[in-house]
């Protein structure tokens, strides 16, 4: 149980495009989604807490157009990365908590971005 | 804030030896929750165990097992007859229940065969 799914695993884009993530948690209900950034060896930074029904809560730093967030249904949170530049270029990842008191976060496979 | 600590950036095991990896971490909350979670090669950060502060027994988890010190804010993993497959990144992360969890910098262990 506790399975959460992102897609698309890779990605490869133009500068200025857009790229949309989804992040869905398959077996359970998820009320609050979160969305990482993770540098090549190094730790993950939280770019942004995605509540349902609610806007997302980000991160100092993290710029709110450009990464746009939506958690629409209690299963799906998506990630657009907006005017995609070089220095977009990330693997981002998503967990998911279960149902409203779960504590435990769990992840999904992560996706990586490429912005030519 | 809180702020997780792992001092060890590399690691090394001789399979089916033991290894322990450590973190500390700084906070004034009494009620916490402490994790390890394992980055493999693919990526896909999986839980490897789970610590509640207000339980004073250690967490096991079949060859895991923490060693965890309240008062001393310490919360290492302990890993018997490792294997191959226990090459990973560790991180170490804590969180205050329903808020946002913080990640150590993370022990990169390599077993050896």
């Known amino acids: 149980g506790a399975v959460v799914s992102q897609h698309p695993s890779r990605v490869i884009c133009k500068s200025g495009t857009s790229v949309k993530i989804e992040c869905r948690s398959l077996d359970f209900q998820a009320t609050t989604m979160f969305w990482y950034r993770q540098f090549p060896k190094k730790s993950l930074m939280l770019m942004a807490t995605?509540?349902?029904?609610?806007?997302?809560?980000?991160e100092q730093g993290v710029e709110k157009d450009k990464f746009l967030i939506n958690h629409a249904s209690l299963t799906l949170s998506t990630l657009t990365v907006t005017s995609a530049h070089p220095e977009d270029s990330s693997f981002y990842i998503c967990?998911?908590?279960?149902?409203?008191?779960?504590?435990?976060?769990?992840f999904g496979p992560g996706t990586r971005l490429l912005v030519l | 804030a809180q702020t997780v600590t792992q001092s060890q950036p590399e690691m090394s095991v001789q399979e089916a030896e033991t290894v322990t990896l450590s973190c500390t971490y700084d906070t004034s909350e009494n009620n916490y929750y402490l994790f390890w979670y394992k980055q493999p090669p693919s990526r896909q950060m999986i839980l490897v165990i789970r610590q509640e502060a207000y339980k004073q027994q250690n967490a096991t988890e079949n060859r895991f097992s923490v060693n965890f010190q309240k008062a001393a804010k310490s919360f290492s993993l302990k890993i018997s007859d490792s294997q191959l497959g226990d090459t990973a990144m560790y991180f170490c992360a804590f969180t205050g229940g329903y808020q946002k969890v913080t990640f150590g910098t993370g022990t990169k262990l390599q077993v050896i065969p």
């Open positions: 967990s998911a908590r279960l149902g409203t008191s779960g504590v435990t976060q769990y």
């Open positions: 995605s509540n349902e029904g609610s806007k997302a809560t980000y």
